[in-house]
């Protein structure tokens, strides 16, 4: 299971120039990654792979992603009792580090129902059956979530901003729902392989202050540096 350099499996990648993208939200181009149908069919086939031989199947942006979140949660000192949801949990791999992690008032939540299956069934395995995976759909979940201290995405964004269908304006509703289900001062950790630090900061501009930027692998072409992802801290404000 471990990684040992960081996965952007699935990414476009966020290298174009920082200058040209400043204070843009320009959209790429769209593709089967955001699609329901997509990660149904990928967590089925983990589901069942996890049945039959105990693997718990990717880990999206690789194990690092994880730790660089955890170091972070550590140095702002998350308190172990903060309400912290996983949007988009995929097989529940960063819940399982969280709990592991000492924090126990987790919750995650995907709109795919093998993903919450799989999930369910890899903390289980772990003997964390007290860790709810809810069946949820984050654009539409009008009051079903709130009063969470840690929002906690490593890629959902992405794969919202790639569907084919409505991607204005699925981007428009998550940030709103982001904004309904964080409490006020709430803190949001945002992993992304598809944005640059700069389109980021325009898409959470409104209701959001800007925290800090986790240091994330750089690269050189051309003469440039770039990241091949971004990870971002936002705090919720009125």
Same mark, same amino acid.
């Given at each position: 299971?471990?990684?040992?350099?960081?996965?952007?499996?699935?990414?476009?990648?966020?290298?174009?120039?920082?200058?040209?993208?400043?204070?843009?939200?320009?959209?790429?181009?769209?593709?089967?990654?955001?699609? !329901? *149908?997509?990660?149904?069919?990928?967590? #089925?086939? =983990? +589901?069942?792979? /996890?049945?039959?031989?105990? $693997?718990? @199947?990717?880990?999206?942006?690789?194990?690092?992603?994880?730790?660089?979140?955890?170091?972070?949660?550590?140095?702002?000192?998350?308190?172990?009792?903060?309400?912290?949801?996983?949007?988009?949990?995929?097989?529940?791999?960063?819940?399982?580090?969280?709990?592991?992690?000492?924090?126990?008032?987790?919750?995650?939540?995907?709109?795919?129902?093998?993903?919450?299956?799989?999930?369910?069934?890899?903390?289980?395995?772990?003997?964390?059956?007290?860790?709810?995976? !809810? *069946?949820?759909?984050?654009?539409?979940? #009008?009051? =079903? +979530?709130?009063? /969470?201290?840690?929002?906690? $995405?490593? @890629?959902?964004?992405?794969?919202?901003?790639?569907?084919?269908?409505?991607?204005?304006?699925?981007?428009?509703?998550?940030?709103?729902?982001?904004?309904?289900?964080?409490?006020?001062?709430?803190?949001?950790?945002?992993?992304?392989?598809?944005?640059?630090?700069?389109?980021?900061?325009?898409?959470?501009?409104?209701?959001?202050?800007?925290?800090?930027?986790?240091?994330?692998?750089?690269?050189?072409?051309?003469?440039?540096?770039?990241?091949?992802?971004?990870?971002?801290?936002?705090?919720?404000?009125?």
């Amino acid at each position: 299971m471990e990684v040992a350099t960081e996965s952007t499996h699935g990414c476009g990648g966020n290298n174009s120039d920082p200058e040209e993208d400043r204070g843009a939200d320009a959209d790429f181009g769209t593709s089967k990654l955001g699609t !329901k *149908e997509y990660w149904e069919d990928a967590y #089925q086939q =983990e +589901l069942e792979t /996890f049945k039959e031989i105990g $693997d718990v @199947g990717e880990i999206w942006f690789g194990e690092e992603s994880m730790r660089r979140v955890l170091r972070w949660m550590d140095t702002a000192k998350i308190p172990e009792n903060a309400a912290i949801l996983d949007i988009g949990t995929g097989n529940g791999a960063f819940l399982v580090e969280l709990a592991q992690h000492g924090y126990r008032n987790l919750t995650g939540i995907d709109y795919s129902p093998a993903s919450v299956e799989l999930a369910r069934n890899i903390l289980q395995a772990e003997d964390l059956k007290d860790v709810p995976v !809810k *069946e949820v759909d984050f654009l539409n979940c #009008q009051g =079903e +979530l709130k009063d /969470f201290d840690v929002c906690i $995405d490593k @890629g959902t964004f992405d794969a919202i901003s790639l569907n084919p269908d409505k991607t204005k304006e699925g981007k428009k509703l998550y940030v709103q729902a982001l904004k309904d289900v964080l409490k006020d001062e709430g803190l949001f950790a945002i992993t992304s392989c598809n944005w640059t630090k700069e389109q980021l900061l325009d898409r959470f501009s409104e209701g959001f202050e800007f925290v800090q930027e986790l240091p994330t692998p750089k690269f050189q072409f051309g003469g440039k540096t770039g990241n091949s992802v971004t990870a971002l801290i936002f705090k919720r404000v009125q």
